[in-house]
Nanobody, 125 residues
Framework: QVQLVESGGGSVQAGGSLRLSCAVS????????MGWFRQAPGKEREGVSM????????FWAASVKGRFTGSRDVAKNTVYLQMNSLEPEDTATYYC??????????????????WGQGTQVTVSS
């Protein structure tokens, strides 16, 4: 079992920044990769980024590349999503997720086994 708890959401104006955190606990050694997703009202859940647990190599959705970055603190079992130059289109509930199996497409929600509760990000124009 893996538990994920996001924090750091809030409301900002366009052009602002936020940093989301995802605290991970439980069977963390078995996690193959972590992902960040977002879901806006009436839209499908969208993959934002992923990071391999071992190498730390990450991949990014085209819509956020260059604006969002990721990092992790292994000692704290926490991953971070730094969001800069936020746009109203980034408004959504953001989720972190953990995948326990390699080889799955990183941007598909079905590839992940555990999810956090989500944190709301609202960007006003």
């Amino acid at each position: 079992q893996v538990q994920l708890v996001e924090s750091g959401g809030g409301s900002v104006q366009a052009g602002g920044s936020l940093r989301l955190s995802c605290a991970v606990s439980g069977n963390t050694d078995s996690i193959k990769f972590m992902g960040w997703f977002r879901q806006a009202p009436g839209k499908e859940r969208e993959g934002v980024s992923m990071m391999y647990s071992g190498s730390g190599v990450s991949f990014w959705a085209a819509s956020v590349k260059g604006r969002f970055t990721g990092s992790r603190d292994v000692a704290k079992n926490t991953v971070y999503l730094q969001m800069n130059s936020l746009e109203p289109e980034d408004t959504a509930t953001y989720y972190c997720a953990a995948a326990m199996t390699r080889g799955r497409p990183w941007d598909r929600p079905s590839s992940y086994d555990y999810w956090g509760q989500g944190t709301q990000v609202t960007v006003s124009s």
